[in-house]
């Protein structure tokens, strides 16, 4: 039996930007799979990792969906001449398919001798916002 200190998981890391550049700075990655997944916070850059700061933690070889949550913003605004009451705004940030395992179109291919950094392109939504009372 050899020990190596090696973990079965691999460290990954990327960035995710709108289509004309801008870094998607907010929310986070999803690498999902059939059985789990595995998420990294989105820095202001763009910029996220899993499994870079500790050994035990990372993504298994496989294929994963690719999904970014924690992309919509809720805010309360207050009415037009009643600072009491308050309108929830929801404003959407990123294409809705890019939001839900199911419809993304995002995927890839984590293997341990293969490519670490997966960097990805989303859409912006075609509306933005939606008020509720």
């Not at 079965?8 to 799979?33: A, C, M, R």
């Not at 924690?70 to 009643?82: S, V």
């Not at 293997?111 to 939504?125: A, C, I, L, S, W």
């Amino acid at each position: 039996m050899s020990v190596c200190g090696c973990s079965d998981k691999i460290k990954i890391s990327g960035n995710v930007t709108f289509t004309d550049g801008e870094p998607v700075g907010f929310g986070s990655v999803v690498f999902e799979s059939p059985k789990e997944s595995f998420s990294g916070r989105l820095d202001p850059n763009g910029h996220y990792t899993i499994g870079v700061n500790n050994d035990s933690k990372g993504v298994p070889a496989g294929t994963y969906k690719v999904w970014l949550s924690g992309t919509t913003l809720l805010e309360e605004i207050p009415q037009k001449g009643n600072s009491e009451v308050f309108d929830t705004q929801t404003t959407v940030r990123v294409a809705s398919k890019y939001t839900n395992p199911n419809s993304t179109d995002l995927t890839v291919e984590a293997v341990h001798n293969g490519n670490k950094t997966f960097d990805f392109t989303v859409e912006r939504p075609t509306s933005t916002a939606n008020f509720k009372k």
